[in-house]
């Protein structure tokens, strides 16, 4: 801690009575009601843990709460429902793209096709963002590439369903669901991305975290090429965003060393403007608009490029034709015809000139 800090911590102590000071230097010991099995668990780190909502698609089933994913390709859903200590997740899913096994970092089970398709969003350390279907055995329905490295963040809008906010190496996208392509993305930051969250309370407003220890905050209703605001919260990297649920008005940031910092959101960003659901919407429709020109546009230059191509192929094989003609004497039909006729011509003229033509 720097000497700052350390005087804030002494005068936050000084402030407590004996009896608080007891209790806060208490240590709770807690017991695991549930401890997963070896041969159950995941064989790396597990990324992102995850409640599931209330209502599970029938391949899963209805007593499903958590799912679980790990570098090792795999994600596994869990019961929270056992008879003993040691517990065996409920169903394992294994995940390949192309013969090459994928390394899943977050989840999200938020989308409307979870309960209906059994489908869910995947985000990868290869920095793609992946729509998984759990009825067939974690079978992959769309891979799109998001990120040049693993994405951090997968997180519906509050406000607006169909919209996912995705984050990872420098910068964060925003997507919609049956579009291919990022409808938003942020300018590089001077420092990777580790988080990134939408505001509980405005549908404008997104929280990122950095690795320097910064945090920007981004109004897309007052800028959209910078951030609005870039708070400096620790020294170290920041590795957890979260609002404090019961109050909305504070942000909780967890850092690398494992200090809990607790952020009062200001005025501004906690209270929303007129219409700014309305608002936003229309930001998303005229992204909408634009990346829809792009890809119509691209489409067509591909088209023009393509025909370029084959018109250039088909002048090459002329030529070719041609100097396979020269090479072994023989004029092609339509040299010889023309050279007939320049012939007949010539000969037409001579005979006049000579007076044999009456």
Known sequence: LNDSEKEAEKRARDALSPEEVSTVRKTITMRPRLISTVEGSHTCPITDLVWLPPHAPDCVGGDVRLATCSPDGQIRLWTIESTTILWAPKLRLRLQFESRPVSPACMSFSGLEWPDQGHFLLGTEEGQLIVVDAHRNGSLVNTVDA???????????????????AAGDWSFTIWKDDIPRPLFTSMNAPSPITCAIWSATRPAVIFVG???????????????????????????????????????????????????????????????????????????????????????????????LKQKEEEMRARARLGDDMDAGAASGEDLPETKSMDEATQRAMEEEFRKRLGLVV
């Open 147 to 165: 990120h040049a490295g693993p994405v951090v963040a997968l997180e519906r809008s509050p406000f607006h369903k169909d919209m996912l906010l």
């Open 210 to 304: 950095r690795r320097d220890g910064n945090l920007e905050v981004w109004d897309l209703l007052e800028r959209s090429h910078e951030p609005s605001s870039v708070v400096t919260v620790t020294s170290c990297a920041v590795t957890t965003l979260s609002p404090l649920r019961r109050k909305e008005v504070l942000l909780v940031v967890g850092d690398s060393h494992g200090t809990l910092h607790i952020l009062d959101i200001p005025w501004n960003l906690r209270r929303p403007m007129p219409n700014e659901e309305r608002l936003m919407g229309a930001f998303y429709q005229q992204e909408i608009d634009r990346v829809q020109y792009m890809s119509t546009r691209m489409q067509f230059r591909a088209d023009e």
